[in-house]
């Protein structure tokens, strides 16, 4: 196995709901997943974020943590109530001291801060005034972004705009799995186009504000899925099509490049009547394309068409025969190769970071206290090799973050779904080092050239 490039960031991820608790303390608004969680049976046991892994009090130990490992760089996000409880004007400066605290340690022991911008804790006195579907919520996003990029930005060169919005526009206002639970296609379409034009717009105000020769590198971290059709029936096929438009194109090419997909777009306008677009929006959107693709990557989806009538006449199908997580997700690690040849292919081979990879395994302490999460290593060694495959046929792969660091809050699912190569015990809040965290600090170590090294103890 080649070595990676000598520049290759080797990372992990977290983010602010999920990890920090500290909800109701020093000053933090009240955010969407607040409010979710308090809804009797849309969160598994009722469980919520308000101790979390309480990552807000122990972001010492947990910084000590990434040290031991070797982390070299740092995903966390912003919690947008923290700094602004009510989402706009009025600042809270304990939440703004937290962040510097932060990424002042981080950097004291060279690990570099990849600040996250939204990671879906939207402040919930922005959703009693509509939230993403209401226009205004992008200009208090790009001030929010503003405020940030000016307090933290002459530490923090990487950084996230929008988490996932894929998963914010549908699974929040379509599905209803996630905040803030609605269930209306033409909201989650119209959120979809808010979303990609904040994203323009705050990548506008951060070129703004930090002049070239001093400014890092922006991006978004979109949920990417190769389609795979079911059958090679032509039907099979022309559905993988559209589902690749809906969950992969939709927000890769207005955000690389300037337009939406083409068939999608017009079933959405002919059914539904959006996303409704005002002059210049497209031309914002255009003009400010990110420095770099974040690529969030778990598993496939195999499609197969059907004819119930619906906008979308598509349905997924699970494999037979195939390996998977906890969470009954496919393990595909060749999946993560053809979705980045697809991306360096039809976008202009743009830089990549691999900004979540991960999965999520029951993982139970031995008798000794030692967590040997086997599963998980040869999960990761498995994509990490795709990804060094990726680098000799020419992809510009910059980075790779582990998901997750440490086990937290995984939405509806509570803490019911363990992703960290740091277990937690949630009665006592103990960090242990599972089998994964040891073999990622040896293939940090080694630049890549641990991958094979599997059974590590």
Avoid at 80 to 100: A, L, S
């Amino acid at each position: 196995m080649v070595e990676f490039p000598e520049n290759f960031v080797w990372g992990a991820a977290t983010s602010s709901y999920q990890i920090e608790g500290a909800a109701h303390e020093e000053g933090r608004g009240l955010s969407i997943w607040d409010t979710f969680c308090a809804i009797p049976g849309k969160v598994y046991a009722g469980q919520n974020g308000d101790i979390a892994a309480d990552h807000y009090h122990r972001y010492e130990e947990d910084v000590g943590l990434m040290r031991d490992i070797g982390i070299r760089s740092y995903r966390f996000s912003i919690a947008w109530p923290r700094i602004f409880p009510t989402g706009k004007n009025t600042i809270n400066w304990k939440g703004v001291d937290f962040y510097n605290r932060l990424i002042d340690k981080l950097l004291e022991y060279d690990i570099a801060p990849m600040a996250t911008l939204y990671h879906w804790d939207l402040p919930q006195a922005l959703q009693d005034l509509g939230g993403w579907t209401n226009r205004d919520t992008i200009s208090r996003f790009v001030d929010y972004a503003d405020y940030v990029f000016r307090a933290f930005g002459d530490r923090v060169k990487l950084w996230i705009t929008h988490n996932e919005p894929w998963v914010v526009a549908y699974a929040g206002h379509y599905i209803g799995r996630h905040a803030p639970g609605m269930t209306n296609l033409s909201k989650a379409v119209q959120v979809s186009h808010h979303l990609i034009l904040s994203h323009a717009k705050a990548v506008e105000r951060y070129r703004e504000i930090w002049p070239t020769s001093q400014a890092g590198k922006i991006g978004p971290a979109l949920n990417l899925y190769p389609m795979y059709p079911a059958t090679e029936s032509w039907e099979d096929k022309k559905a993988a099509e559209l589902a690749d438009e809906f969950h992969n194109r939709w927000f890769l090419d207005p955000i690389l490049a300037g337009k939406y997909p083409e068939k999608l777009f017009g079933i959405f306008k002919e059914k539904l009547g959006v996303p409704e677009i005002n002059d210049g929006d497209m031309e914002t959107i255009a003009a400010n394309r990110s420095n770099f693709l974040g690529v969030n990557f778990y598993f496939r989806k195999v499609i197969a068409a059907t004819d119930n009538h619906d906008i979308l006449c598509y349905k997924e199908v699970k494999p037979s025969g195939s390996k998977y997580t906890s969470m009954d997700w496919e393990i595909f690690p060749e999946g993560l190769h053809r979705m980045l040849m697809d991306i360096k292919e039809r976008y202009d081979n743009p830089h990549i970071y691999i900004t979540e990879n991960g999965a999520a395994f029951d993982d139970v302490p031995q008798a000794d206290g030692s967590i040997h999460d086997h599963d998980r290593i040869d999960y990761l060694a498995k994509h990490v090799e795709q990804l060094a495959k990726c680098i000799q046929e020419g992809v510009n792969l910059d980075g790779y973050y582990i998901w997750s660091l440490m086990d937290n809050f995984e939405w509806a699912f509570g803490f019911s779904k363990r992703f960290g190569i740091v277990y937690i015990d949630y009665g006592t809040l103990e960090r242990k080092m599972k089998s994964s965290a040891w073999w990622y600090r040896d293939l940090i170590k080694n630049n890549g050239c641990a991958i094979a090294s599997r059974n590590h103890p």
